[in-house]
């Protein structure tokens, strides 16, 4: 018995701690309640002490769409690369790769002067759940040889991705978009 | 001769900054290390526990330790801005471009 409490102790520990961390990268409610087991009433106070504000409402954007729209489909790419590298290389879990992988992804955005973070940790997370979940693929570009999200139904054969082969508008933006989620 | 003697000094400096960067940042996190420095678990065990004495003496070898991790012209053009394309992209593309490029090699590199 006492063993049995003394673990969920630290289950708890961790899972605060684990809260703490994704609460300072932006992630949203429905995130922090399934990777942790922390209650909605708490989860809520302690979210108000991390972030000083209230969480954000409302459901998440449960759509692959827009993965597959130039400016984040480059985002999200990148992150996936970074992410798959962490879990095929070493020994860690899942939202710990997360993390670390959201964390590289913002160095290289902001090494490369961009400004505005197009992929949230929220719609990282959820990118993970629609790789597992086959509804969206990685498809390796027929020029650069890098690995690229792609729909599920895109053609393998002969795939060219969007950097190799910009859309007609690409790029060409004076603002790039803020992306809420 | 003189012009040996210094290349050869300036490797084993190198040598030397390179291993003491490389133990800095797999102390900081052993994960994130793996993949800025394209090294196996093993690796980065190993070298997190060299002393100084076994560091100065690994760096006094005449070659250099790190190495380039790719060979690629496509990768060095996109980093070096070269357009591509024959629809010119911004450098933000490029370079996005480029580390989708370098991460995906990640793997390959350490397995």
Same mark, same amino acid.
């Given at each position: 018995?006492?063993?049995?409490k #003394?673990?969920?102790? /630290?289950?708890?520990? @961790?899972?605060?701690?684990?809260?703490i961390?994704?609460?300072?990268?932006?992630?949203?409610?429905?995130?922090?309640? #399934?990777?942790? @087991?922390? @209650?909605?009433?708490?989860?809520?106070?302690?979210?108000?002490?991390?972030?000083?504000? @209230?969480?954000?409402?409302?459901q998440?954007?449960?759509?692959?769409e827009?993965? /597959?729209?130039? #400016?984040p #489909?480059?985002?999200?790419?990148?992150?996936?690369?970074?992410?798959?590298?962490f879990?095929?290389?070493?020994?860690?879990?899942?939202?710990?790769?997360?993390?670390?992988?959201?964390?590289?992804y /913002?160095?290289?955005?902001?090494?490369?002067?961009?400004?505005?973070?197009?992929?949230t940790?929220?719609?990282?997370? /959820?990118?993970?759940k629609?790789?597992?979940?086959?509804?969206?693929?990685?498809?390796?570009?027929?020029?650069?040889?890098?690995q690229?999200?792609?729909?599920?139904?895109?053609?393998?054969?002969?795939?060219?991705?969007?950097?190799?082969?910009p859309?007609?508008?690409?790029?060409?933006?004076?603002?790039?978009?803020?992306?809420?989620? | 001769?003189t012009?040996? %003697? !210094?290349?050869?000094?300036e490797?084993? !400096?190198?040598?030397?900054?390179?291993?003491?960067?490389?133990?800095?940042?797999i102390?900081?996190?052993?994960?994130?290390?793996?993949?800025?420095?394209?090294?196996?678990?093993?690796?980065?065990?190993?070298?997190?526990?060299?002393?100084?004495?076994?560091?100065?003496?690994?760096?006094?070898?005449?070659?250099?330790?790190?190495? %380039?991790? %790719?060979?690629?012209?496509?990768?060095?053009k996109?980093?070096?801005n070269?357009?591509?394309?024959?629809?010119e992209?911004?450098?933000?593309?490029?370079?996005?471009?480029?580390?989708?490029?370098?991460s995906?090699?990640?793997d390959?590199?350490?397995?």
């Amino acid at each position: 018995m006492i063993e049995a409490k #003394q673990r969920s102790v /630290l289950k708890d520990k @961790s899972d605060v701690e684990l809260a703490i961390r994704l609460i300072k990268h932006g992630a949203r409610m429905n995130m922090l309640e #399934q990777e942790t @087991s922390i @209650s909605y009433e708490r989860m809520i106070k302690l979210y108000k002490e991390v972030a000083g504000k @209230s969480p954000a409402k409302g459901q998440l954007p449960f759509s692959t769409e827009w993965f /597959l729209v130039w #400016q984040p #489909q480059i985002h999200s790419s990148l992150f996936l690369n970074i992410y798959d590298g962490f879990v095929k290389s070493c020994d860690i879990n899942e939202i710990d790769a997360l993390i670390k992988a959201y964390e590289m992804y /913002l160095e290289h955005t902001s090494r490369c002067n961009i400004k505005v973070v197009v992929l949230t940790i929220t719609r990282a997370w /959820l990118l993970i759940k629609f790789m597992e979940n086959r509804m969206l693929e990685r498809m390796k570009c027929n020029h650069c040889k890098g690995q690229f999200i792609a729909d599920a139904y895109e053609n393998k054969k002969g795939y060219v991705c969007c950097l190799c082969n910009p859309p007609a508008r690409a790029g060409k933006t004076t603002q790039p978009e803020a992306h809420e989620c | 001769m003189t012009e040996l %003697f !210094d290349i050869d000094a300036e490797i084993k !400096d190198a040598n030397l900054s390179y291993l003491m960067l490389t133990q800095h940042i797999i102390r900081k996190d052993k994960e994130k290390a793996m993949y800025r420095l394209g090294l196996s678990e093993d690796s980065v065990v190993l070298i997190d526990c060299l002393s100084s004495a076994q560091i100065r003496k690994i760096a006094n070898i005449p070659t250099l330790l790190c190495q %380039f991790r %790719f060979n690629e012209d496509h990768i060095w053009k996109l980093l070096s801005n070269h357009s591509l394309a024959s629809r010119e992209i911004n450098d933000e593309a490029n370079c996005l471009h480029a580390a989708i490029l370098l991460s995906g090699k990640i793997d390959q590199m350490i397995n």
